[in-house]
């Protein structure tokens, strides 16, 4: 489909370290439909530093407000092996495999994974010698923007487009850095107004609870949607609670690619499903009572109704006035 929708599992580090239950979340994104599912790839220690807090959300989600950032993370890591592993299941499950890099060999490592597609996660997007590194692969690039600025989106484009990729090889997505996001956060129409400014493809990651609001973004014109999964929402993690459980996410791609067929091509004619009840619905000028050859048709001895196989309404004052040409009964069509 040329207008098809581009949808991102985000399954994220929802696999807690174990490369079962990483397999596990593959079969379901598989069997939802979706394009890609997406994981993180990182070096915790290069990633954040021994004093880095936990955010608030993952301090709730894990239960744990000592535990730093860093140790959490650690727990998180996919090894390098894990890649391989689940890149090959991917492939059986006729899925494609992503994974955004956290950190400069990161970004090497996943190069030479030969990945067809560059993600950028939100915190990311203040990060000049990543941004740099990852534009001069020349890929095409999708840009989370959680928490930033329409400057600093720019400034980001920039860098990305400076280093060697092509504008038109860059989709920005709208988003929101909580989770779970508040509803009275989403400013879900901000998405077109960087599609505006900055004149690029846009998208959505979403972090709400439910599938509400990546469905709207869609019919608002998302080309990407990135959506959090898990196998049940219940599990320890940072990012459990504000993830899709399986069903939720087949639901989710349903109602997307439902939503696909429905835009259209923007041209208001009758579709060919409706054409054969315009005769049915719409309605013809008949006789209201029994009228005699040469009689002047007028308001009291014409009605309307339906089939609309005869005269249409719309002519109704060409009709008014004229002379019957033949005897009517009532209902009979003019």
């Not at 390098?80 to 950190?103: E, R």
Request: one cysteine or more.
């Amino acid at each position: 489909m040329k207008n098809r929708v581009l949808i991102i599992a985000e399954a994220g580090v929802n696999h807690n370290g174990d490369i079962t239950l990483a397999k596990k979340l593959i079969d379901a994104a598989a069997d939802a439909g979706v394009d890609y599912v997406k994981f993180q790839t990182f070096n915790s220690k290069k990633l954040v530093s021994k004093s880095a807090q936990k955010a608030d959300y993952q301090k709730q989600n894990t239960n744990d407000e000592v535990e730093s950032q860093l140790k959490m993370l650690q727990k998180l890591e996919l090894s390098k092996n894990d890649h391989l592993i689940l890149i090959d299941y991917c492939k059986t499950k006729n899925i494609k495999f992503l994974s955004t890099a956290f950190d400069l060999d990161s970004i090497d490592f996943l190069e030479e994974l030969k990945i067809d597609l560059w993600k950028v996660p939100s915190g990311e997007i203040t990060n000049l010698p990543y941004l740099r590194k990852l534009g001069g692969l020349g890929k095409p690039v999708i840009i989370s923007t959680g928490m930033a600025e329409m400057s600093e989106i720019e400034d980001a484009i920039n860098v990305v487009t400076s280093s060697g990729t092509d504008i038109k090889d860059i989709t920005v997505l709208h988003c929101n850095t909580e989770y779970p996001t508040p509803m009275q956060d989403v400013n879900l129409t901000a998405m077109n107004t960087i599609k505006d400014v900055f004149k690029v493809p846009i998208g959505y990651s979403d972090h709400t609870l439910g599938i509400e609001i990546p469905i709207a973004a869609v019919a608002l014109g998302a080309t990407v949607i990135e959506k959090h999964f898990t196998l049940d929402n219940s599990m320890d993690g940072p990012d459990h609670k504000a993830s899709l459980e399986p069903q939720e996410l087949k639901k989710m791609v349903t109602a997307i690619r439902n939503i696909e067929q429905a835009m259209g091509n923007g041209i208001k004619v009758p579709s060919p499903s409706e054409t054969k009840n315009k005769p049915i619905a719409r309605k013809s000028i008949v006789a209201n009572r029994e009228i005699l050859k040469g009689e002047i048709f007028d308001e009291k001895n014409l009605t309307i109704k339906r089939p609309g196989t005869g005269i249409s309404p719309m002519k109704w004052d060409k009709v008014i006035g004229s002379r019957a040409k033949k005897d009517y009964k009532a209902d009979d069509l003019i």
